[in-house]
């Protein structure tokens, strides 16, 4: 039989009291021949109020029953069990079998049970007799648990242990599994007590509950589907980085591969997926690697933050940080690998921490000073901050071990991948063009985009060719804005010089794919025609040019348009020699006088 727990020793104590009380004034007032109203009033609430005592002394002690009953899993363990601190951590089984002076306390599904290394916790209890035709599991959902010993009678009356946990081979396990799985014998006649005794250095939070052989496989195809999704979008960005990386020559990608990856490695470990499929055979690198791990994630990480936001051209000293907090976490893990297992998880909370905490600094950073992808990489990476918090408030011992501290991480990173690497493709792609650009500063119009006089000079030579190969006829006009002086006089000098650029759409605008157009000077561009053309288009390439650029610009005034003078000839009627041929045009411009009211001038004429 079970003994009453404090809180209904506590409660029938009051009551008894309270009873006693009531008993010994009525019969004081009995003895003296009549009990006045006021006293039968007081009695009556001293009644209820012990009848509200026996209620509360009722549900203080009472226990919630253990039933295995497989159509509702799993079978928490609940209060129906007794935990005990072994400090010294060198009780036997049988010795706490025995032992009458351990104080047993009732278990709890939320309780966190704190306790270091060298200390051991014991629970014990009775399962009652259930059907035998399932075969049933203790679960304890903590994959890093460094050890846990179920003790169970043999037929011999002697206790036998199974045993799991980090510190033992996942081969040598009862039931390899993620976490601890322990067959539980159950009898169909009597009950059965068992003794668990569990060890880890930064204590015990985890729902202990009851699960039938079946159960776990359909939970584990349920699980193995987050995982699958998580796992899988992992693999991807780690190729698309690795590639990028290669192809691109671009230090954020190859930094950022290696990064999601001890990402993906970390929450094999938090699952148990590495233990029970990587390293199963490895307890000591199983036992540290929780640990190890999610440091040596931060070392490429820090200088990815870095290297996406720019940090080396806005502050080298901040570049700098970064990179020593990266080293840091190096030295922290070899550490970790090294020093007193008690120390290891205080150790990787304050590195991690930390660093962390950087990182956001140093994004939010350069988003007030303008960096336009640290916005969105602060977006993605906040999930991750957040679903952060629940294992590491897990290792520090401040809540239970959940759903959330085991796979909130998994829900974060899978919203962060896809936003980051959209923020890398978006910054790849921004620093193609802008190389693009540089590399084509000999080539090409800074202001514009436009191709510049050199390169107009030699697709006119190959336009040329063309045109004596094929046997048809193209092209080539120069055009002069006439009225600049007359536009920085009706308004600006800031409109004088925009409406070059405006113009020089326009032109694009009349041009087709296959047709060039050139900026050669301040006021002046070329455009080459591709023919074939026939006589008809060709003269009336000129005038289409001017009658677009005569049109009004979108909210501006009407009289803010560009006037042109077109010189145009003919290839390769007017000239085989493309050198000669601009030097004519050029020369036909110079030529025309400024009140001429003809604004298409065509070469020989």
């Known amino acids: 039989m079970r ?29 003296r021949g009549r009990v006045p109203a006021a006293q039968r009033f007081w009695a009556a609430i001293a009644l209820l109020l012990a009848l509200s005592l026996s ?45 009458t002076a351990i104080r ?61 946990g980090d510190t033992i081979a996942v081969s040598a396990w009862p039931v390899p599994h993620r976490h601890p799985l322990m067959p539980v014998v159950v009898s169909a006649e009597v009950p059965r007590t068992f003794l668990l005794r569990l060890e880890n250095p930064n204590g015990f939070g985890a729902p202990l509950s009851f699960v039938s052989e079946s159960h776990v496989g359909r939970s584990e195809q349920r699980l193995s589907l987050i995982l699958g999704i998580y796992f899988g979008l992992a693999g991807l960005a780690v190729s698309i980085a690795a590639l990028s990386a290669v192809s691109l020559r671009d230090t954020a990608y190859a930094l950022y591969a290696p990064t999601v990856a001890l990402m993906a490695l970390t ?36 200088p990815f933050i870095s290297a996406v936001v720019s940090m080396p051209e806005r502050s080298m ?3 700098r ?5 990266a080293v840091l976490g190096i030295g922290a893990a070899l550490t970790a690998a090294l020093v007193d297992i008690s120390v290891r998880v205080p150790l990787m909370v304050t590195y991690i921490v930390s660093s962390m905490l950087l990182g956001a600094v140093a994004i939010i950073w350069a988003w007030r000073r303008g960096d336009r ?73 800074p202001a514009t985009g436009l191709i510049n006089e050199q390169v107009f000079a030699d697709r006119l030579q190959g336009m040329i060719a063309r045109s004596l190969r094929l046997g048809h006829q193209g092209a080539v006009l120069l055009v002069d804005i006439m009225n600049i002086e007359q536009i920085q006089k009706d308004f600006d000098r800031r409109s004088a010089e925009e409406l070059p650029l405006r113009v020089a759409g ?11 157009v050139a900026r050669l000077s301040e006021l002046r561009f070329g455009i080459l025609v591709e023919g074939p053309l026939t006589p008809e288009e060709a003269v009336a390439a000129g005038p289409r040019v001017v009658a677009r650029c005569l049109m009004p610009f979108k909210g501006k005034s009407p009289d803010w348009v560009a006037q042109l003078r077109v010189a145009q000839a003919l290839v390769p009627l007017d000239g085989q020699d493309a050198a000669a041929l601009i030097a004519r045009l050029e020369a036909v411009l110079a030529s025309a006088p400024k009140d001429n009211r003809s604004a298409v001038l065509q070469l020989g004429e």
């Open 3 to 31: 003994g009453l727990s404090p809180g209904r020793q506590m409660c029938c104590t009051a009551l008894n009291r309270v009873v006693e009380s009531v008993f010994n004034m009525l019969l004081m007032y009995r003895l």
């Open 55 to 99: 209620l509360l002394c009722s549900s203080a002690g009472a226990r919630t029953a253990l039933d295995l009953d497989a159509s509702h899993q799993p079978v928490p363990l609940l209060d129906w069990g007794d935990w005990w601190l072994d400090t010294a951590g060198k009780a036997t089984a049988a010795q706490v079998e025995v032992d």
């Open 104 to 164: 047993w306390q009732p278990t709890s599904q939320t309780a966190i049970y704190r306790f270091t290394a060298g200390q051991a916790l014991w629970i014990r209890f009775t399962v009652p007799p259930a059907p035998d035709s399932e075969r049933w599991y203790l679960e304890i959902p903590y994959p890093s648990l460094n050890r846990a010993s179920l003790f169970t009678r043999d037929s011999a009356g002697a206790w036998i242990a199974q045993n799991a």
């Open 267 to 302: 929450q094999a470990c938090l699952t148990g997926i590495a233990g029970l499929h990587l390293w199963p055979s490895w307890p000591r690198w199983n036992d540290m690697s929780s640990v190890v791990l999610p440091m040596l994630t931060l070392v490429p990480m820090l």
């Open 317 to 319: 000293r901040f570049h």
């Open 321 to 325: 940080l970064l990179q020593g907090m």
């Open 373 to 445: 992808y640290a916005g969105w990489i602060g977006l993605g990476a906040l999930p991750v901050l957040l679903t952060t918090a629940f294992p590491m408030a897990r290792a520090a011992s401040l809540i239970p071990q959940s759903f959330l501290t085991t796979h909130g991480m998994q829900i974060g990173i899978a919203f962060e991948l896809p936003v980051l690497l959209v923020v890398l493709m978006m910054r790849s792609q921004q620093r193609r063009e802008h190389n693009r650009r540089i590399q084509g500063l000999d080539r090409l119009d």
């Open 506 to 516: 326009r032109l694009l605008s009349t041009a087709r794919e296959i047709d060039s």
